[in-house]
């Protein structure tokens, strides 16, 4: 670095640093204030949710707007939690049927977990065969995606007649007991299953692709046979890349909304389509206990991203493996 | 202890012949290396005795047994990798313990042999590190551990040596020469360094395109290259290649061409004459002196210390270079007298590229 010699021009080179630096200045201060603002903008949804689950339901519509709950309460949370029959206290006017969050719980805890877990099985296998063996070609693994592409709902009609009508019709004509995959445990799985394969195996591919194939090679020359490779240097290598890609896949089966909807009911309710349930309520809008809804589903996603975040750094810089 | 033996084999992938038919035997016991530049078919080769690859056609014999048919496994072959291949999650014990886990061995049995490799390679403090933590020479030894520790008859090594800096790829040399003393086991050696070749090699393949070009011990392939590749393959610098053809002269048969002639040997077989061919001789062979015959010019010099390299005109465009005694007189553009000693001149036909004698 030249610097100018210290006679007359070094002041103008002071002034010009300075104006430089007040220059960086006002364009930090700009950048920060944008994204701050945007930071609002974004977040602003969730603020209004946590804040109406305390709001009792005076203060859910109130206006001028109630930013915070000016009698802050728990009822909303004692609704949704409660057990069995909804205690006279919890009883308001307004909400005579009571909304339980037990059942949406379990159902969604039950359907998401074993769905993405089938997923993530399947996609791995999957993409190591793509990996390693090139199955369907060169550009299969583009055209997994590309599934993906098709709007939930251009299937979800054509799912239902089969769940509904084709496969009860068929199972009862060949075995004659009619099996109906709508409205069960195993359909829905099944169609979360399906829905989120082409995530697993994409995501699998690129963590399976950094696993340097002379490693298996080593493997198989000291005696080990295909499945040996791959229980033992295989998915040792790409445990983190399965655990961040069953978070991935649980949070869009916890999210989903479209297909649980077309799919079930009333027998099996998952959080999103119980959530619904509060929007078509005959005795009007009931906000509270649908923020209160909200913010409990929202929980799990955070929790499980904070215990997994250390895989999730791993998992997400592709840098597990040095070669 | 197993000796192989290689029947045509071939390899090809689509249109493209990686291994063109190639027959080789394998004595028990031998440092037998295959070199060559990259994609003349040695690591393909190497992969088809491995098992790692299915040959296209052709059989291979290890220890007398046809093994086209077993799995990479079931060969009793220990490979070493150009990456190595260390497994990264595991520490040193496990990566060497690897493969008597899988044969269900005893773990106090595991724990002893490990023991024993560890201390052959002088590693045993690294047992509990992971390969991560270990050095590029480290590293090579745990690999050799893994491979030494399952006792295989044949060795199979994939330019294990590529990944390490100079030095310690010649202490490395050292070191694998003496391994293969102690374990008289077979060993196969694939590199496209033709000095690694030379050092440690009993025997010596040299491919190209797919095919053997030569096959000998390594002074057998410098002092009687078989084919013009070979000649220039080996040997630094590069062989001096001239332009020319046989023709009889009064005392033998003679090379002209270049602007200039050179009397041949005389066991040269009668029918060169006349043919199109290449006349090549090693920098050491080419003699600088006053008493010499042809003229040039000299252009540059390089200095190795215990000699020094002249690239000098000879005439025609033609540059050649002379390896002489390190305390030459001579400076860039200074006139020069040179030679070639007749017994010392390899000539290769044109067309064919193969050795005249």
Known sequence: MSRPPDTGTSLAAEAARARKRRRERSRRVTRHALLIAWTGFIAFPIFWMISTSFKDAGEWVAWPPHWLPHAPTLHNYAQIFAFGALDPTLSRQATEQAFTIWKGLGDAVLVCTSASLFALLLGTFLAYAISRFNVGGKYFRHTILMIRMIPPIVVAISILIYYAIIVPYVTSALFGVRISLFDTYVGLVLIYTVTTLPFVIWMMLTFIDEVPYTLEHAARLMGAGRVTVIRRVVLPLVASGMVVTFLFVFILNWAEFLLALTLTHPEVTTLTVLLNKFQSASEGRLYGPQAAIGTVVTIPVVILGLLIQKHLVKGFSFGTIRK | ?????????????????????????????????????????????????????????????????????????????????????????????????????????????????????????????????????????????????????????????????????????????????????????????????????????????????????????????????????????????????????????????????????????????????????????????????????????????????????????????????????????????????????????????AATGLRHS
């Open chain 2, 1 to 349: 202890m197993a000796g192989i033996a290689i029947k045509s084999l071939v390899k090809t992938f689509g249109s493209y012949t990686a291994v063109d038919g190639i027959s080789l035997d394998v004595r028990d016991g031998e440092f037998l290396i295959m070199v060559g530049p990259s994609g003349c078919g040695k690591t393909t080769t190497l992969n088809m005795i491995s098992g790692l690859e299915t040959p296209t056609s052709g059989e291979i014999v290890i220890g007398g047994r046809v093994v086209n048919d077993l799995e990479p496994g079931e060969r009793g072959l220990g490979m070493v990798f150009q990456d190595l291949a260390l497994f990264p999650h595991m520490t040193v014990f496990e990566n060497i313990a690897f493969g008597l886990r899988v044969r269900k061995m005893p773990a106090a049995a595991i724990a002893e042999r490990v023991m024993e490799a560890a201390e052959a390679m002088h590693i045993k403090p690294l047992l509990t590190k992971l390969p991560k933590q270990c050095s590029g020479g480290e590293s090579q030894r745990v690999a050799l551990a893994r491979t030494i520790v399952t006792n295989p008859a044949v060795f199979l090594m994939d330019e294990p040596l590529s990944s390490l800096d100079a030095k310690l790829r010649v202490d490395m040399r050292t070191e694998l020469k003496r391994l293969h003393e102690r374990l008289r086991a077979t060993f196969i050696y694939v590199t496209h360094d033709q000095a690694e070749a030379m050092t440690m090699a009993d025997r010596i393949v040299v491919m190209s395109k797919g095919r053997i070009e030569q096959l000998g011990t390594p002074l057998e392939i410098y002092n009687r290259p078989a084919t013009q590749f070979v000649a220039g393959f080996f040997g630094t610098p590069t062989m001096n290649f001239l332009e020319g053809s046989v023709i009889a002269g009064p005392d033998g048969p003679r090379f002209r061409g270049a602007g200039l002639e050179q009397p041949l040997p005389a066991s040269l077989s009668r029918n060169s004459e006349g043919r199109p061919v290449v006349l090549g001789v090693r920098s050491e062979h080419v003699v600088i002196s006053e008493a010499a015959a042809l003229p040039g010019t000299a252009r540059l010099l390089e200095p190795l210390g215990d000699a020094t390299l002249v690239h000098f005109d000879a005439g025609e465009g033609k540059s050649l270079v002379a390896k002489v005694a390190p305390s030459t007189a001579l400076a860039p553009g200074a006139p020069l007298k040179f030679g070639f000693a007749a017994e010392h001149c390899h000539l290769f036909d």
